[in-house]
């Protein structure tokens, strides 16, 4: 196997940059550029031990690195590796990873040594996808479900269940063989309680999943209200900066102004919308048309109502339209108002948007809606590949409690316990296909 040489921090300006070497001829390759200060050679260090000297081109010096060696199997990919942490210098780092290029390594592709990591047994197919979803966390919600899945908790679950599943069906086999005598756990009111208990926590995984989406991708968020509601107070309070002009002049928004924004653990996809009223501006009823499109395909509403003006039934018309969203409703301008907001089937918190400085109130509405970080845990898919399986086993059986149920034979229940194994086997890698792992590790960076 080819040796892989690439920068594996960002192309950009900074501090220090690292350069990874991974493979058979690391050693010697690394040799051929590098020279330590007390002229200690690569191919004689011990792992897990540094050197610090000077890399050259020729007789010509490029930058003075610290070179650390990682031998094998102890390494990230299991091969021998060598990491040459050098200044940050985006030209620099270029010239060191060519020189490497001449010196015998080849160019690592996506994921790369990742990949070799889960080919060489140091991780199963799950935690090397979650090794991206750690680089991507853009929050400690998303970080801590990312470590569970790259400590293996997803994966231990997965053979927990497994295990008991090829329980069951060695039972199934052993008495297809003599039929006369049933082992006692495939009494049928017993194994339909024990598969009903295996399917309720695949059930629940699934669900874990979407819960997840909201605090790994963001939640798709719509602001809503008639115009001067204050919607653009309101956007600019969360943003915590003016990104939408505010004035007193009705239908002042006409597009959708979207903004990615951080409340507490949760990561607002926040679009702005035209004020909600009959109107005859052809400009600004192309807004408002927007607004219901946007609508349409958000998560969650926070919709706005003018303290001072008060709740009528365009509010009222618009917010039963909210059917398939979770709706906080934002009782504004409440510094000008003395009336008491409304009792409504929905989380409600009153502010004065256009001075309030802190955005705690919202948060705590998001956690009443989405929970909080104490309700994570390990067992959460992390992408549609793993969720898809899991939904297929929990599917497989289903159907093998629908078996037992009909006094269906035996057999046909084993094969169904056979293929909700063998979907949880394939999470952490067992009979997955090329296409399949090319297709996980095509959406890694390069370098890592």
């Known amino acids: 196997m080819k040796t892989i040489a690439a920068i594996s921090t960002p192309d950009a300006a900074g501090g220090i940059a690292m350069i990874r070497i991974s493979g058979a001829d690391a ?11 007390d002229g200690t050679k690569v191919t004689e260090m011990r792992g897990y031990s540094c050197a610090y000297g000077h890399v050259y081109d020729g007789e010509t010096v490029l930058d003075d690195v610290v070179l650390t060696v990682f031998r094998a199997p102890h390494s990230y990919t299991g091969e021998d590796t060598v990491e040459i942490t050098c200044h940050g210098g985006i030209y620099l780092t270029k010239q060191i990873i060519l020189l490497l290029y001449r010196c ?16 060489n047994g140091k991780l199963s197919l799950s935690q090397a996808e979650a090794v991206m979803n750690v680089i991507q966390a853009d929050g400690a919600a998303a970080l801590q479900l990312a470590n569970y899945a790259k400590d293996g908790k997803l994966g231990s679950e997965m053979r927990k269940i497994s295990d ?10 052993y008495w297809m063989d003599d039929a006369e005598e049933c082992p006692p756990e495939l009494e049928r009111t017993k194994l339909s ?10 059930e629940n995984m699934a669900q874990n999943y979407q819960n997840g989406l909201v605090l790994r991708s963001g939640i798709r968020t719509v602001l809503l209200g008639k115009p001067n509601a204050g919607k653009s107070s309101v956007m600019n309070w969360i943003c915590g900066t003016d990104r939408s002009i505010v004035t007193s002049i009705a239908g002042t928004t006409r597009d959708v102004i979207t903004e990615q924004v951080k409340i507490g653990e949760y990561t607002l996809i926040l679009s702005d919308t035209a004020g909600l009223r009959d109107t005859d501006n052809e400009i600004e009823s192309i807004g408002i048309s927007q607004a219901y499109k946007t609508l349409e395909k958000a998560d969650l509403v926070l919709y706005v109502i003018d303290a001072s003006a008060g709740m009528d039934d365009t509010d009222r018309e618009t917010l039963d339209r909210c059917t398939n969203q979770n709706v906080i409703v934002i009782w504004n301008k409440n510094d000008i108002s003395d009336d008491n907001p409304p009792v409504l089937p929905y989380p409600l918190i009153s502010v004065a948007a256009i001075h309030e400085d802190s955005v705690e109130l919202l948060a705590d509405a998001l956690r009443a809606h989405y929970g909080t970080l104490t309700g994570i845990h390990g067992a959460m898919p992390l992408n549609e590949r793993q969720n898809a399986l899991i939904c297929k086993a929990a599917d497989a059986l289903a159907s093998a409690v629908e078996q037992v149920a009909f006094g269906a034979e035996l057999d046909m229940i084993y094969a169904d316990l056979e293929c909700a194994s063998n979907r949880l086997r394939e999470i952490e890698g067992a009979n997955v296909s090329e296409d399949v792992i090319d297709g996980v590790f095509s959406k890694f960076c390069v370098g890592k």
């Open 193 to 202: 309680q024990q598969l009903t208990v295996l399917h309720d926590k695949l």
């Open 104 to 119: 015998g390594a080849e160019p690592a592709g996506p994921g790369e040594f990742t990949r070799r990591a889960f080919e």
């Open 164 to 173: 008991e599943l090829v329980d069951l069906m060695s039972a199934l086999a």
């Open 27 to 37: 050693f010697r390759i690394a040799e051929r550029a590098f020279r330590s200060a």
